[in-house]
């Protein structure tokens, strides 16, 4: 599984300007691979993307992409739609 993460936004939209990150999750010690595939499975994403936003206005917005087998797929994430737990896996990826 590879997962691309980039991010814009934040306060003026220059928290994150340059923010994008690509991971292998085969190259990653086990404890982390369980993690993050458990974490950005796409139905998971999925489920995460359904939910509502509420005031996004001023915060982070994340567009995630998990390819597996040769297939990717997209989900767009709101900074409030992602669990504590998820935004610091992105944070040590």
Do not use: W
């Not at 993460?5 to 220059?14: K, L, N, S, T, V």
């Not at 923010?19 to 994403?45: N, W």
Request: some cysteine.
């Amino acid at each position: 599984m590879i997962i691309e993460i980039a991010a814009h936004g934040g306060f003026g939209g220059i928290a994150a300007a340059s923010l994008h990150k690509t991971i292998d999750v085969a190259d990653q010690p086990e404890q982390m691979r369980q993690e993050l595939c458990h974490a950005f499975e796409p139905d998971e994403l999925a489920r995460l993307a359904r939910q509502p936003c509420g005031d996004c206005a001023d915060r982070m917005t994340y567009c995630i992409t998990v390819t597996e087998d040769r297939e990717s797929r997209s989900f767009t994430l709101h900074e409030q739609q992602i669990p504590p737990e998820m935004l610091d896996l992105i944070d040590q990826m």
